[in-house]
């Protein structure tokens, strides 16, 4: 039982333009959710974080929103740049942290 | 600037042999982490532990056992390595339960 969905494994997107990366939770138990960014051969590394009494949360390119009622939470990041090429993953805790299976965004030159 | 280091990097076994991935974290974190990561999935923990002397069990902890003697040290040892626990291994701290955690690169472990 997946807790936290990443549906898109993949996404592509134009150098310059609005990436955005989704996510589905089924636990509404979950305060505290957070985005990691993952280079190959590397390990996980947080960019960005919303609590659950948050709806926006915004630092420089990054923006998380979250959807509590439809228990959805969206990463956009704009302008997308060649160096976000990455897999990135939405994690959600309350106690555990939990993580989704990822996407991997491609940012086309 | 070390952060979190892991080692080996890489590793092959052999059915039934065992090992120890060790993980080191400099930044005085209370809580450590050992995940693995497989294909199409998102990581998983396995084992974690909230202070030194203490450990308590993650999503998958069956076929490992974690000690965490020192503060900075978080060892994961496999008994009686299996095929199915070929997979990428990470190792994590933070300062609290709900703090971002700080991840190592990553074991890399094959077992025939």
């Known amino acids: ?109 | 600037n070390a952060g979190v280091t892991q080692t080996p990097k890489f590793r092959v076994l052999k059915t039934g042999q065992s090992m120890t991935l060790l993980c080191a974290q400099d930044m005085n974190h209370e809580y450590m982490y050992w995940y693995r990561q497989d294909p199409g999935m998102g990581l998983r923990l396995i084992h974690y532990s909230v202070g030194e002397g203490t450990t308590a069990k993650g999503e998958v902890p069956d076929g490992y056992n974690v000690s965490r003697l020192k503060k900075q040290n978080f060892l994961l040892g496999l008994e009686s390595a299996a095929p199915s626990q070929t997979s990428v291994y990470f190792c994590a701290s933070s300062y609290g339960e709900a703090q971002p955690q700080h991840f190592g690169d990553g074991t890399r472990l094959s077992i025939l």
Request: hydrophobic share 35%; aromatic share 12%.
């Open chain 1, 1 to 109: 039982d997946q807790q936290v969905k990443q549906n898109s494994p993949s996404l592509s997107v134009q150098e310059g333009r609005i990436s955005i990366l989704n996510c589905d939770y089924t636990n509404s138990m979950f305060d505290y959710f957070l985005w990691y960014k993952k280079y190959p051969a590397e390990g996980p590394t947080f960019l960005i974080s919303i609590s659950s009494i948050k709806d926006k949360n915004e630092d420089g390119r990054f923006t998380v929103f979250l959807n509590k009622s439809a228990k959805h939470l969206s990463l956009h990041i704009v302008p997308s740049q060649p160096g976000d090429s990455a897999v990135y993953f939405c994690a959600a805790t309350n106690y555990q942290l939990i993580w989704g299976a990822g996407t991997k965004l491609i940012i086309k030159p």
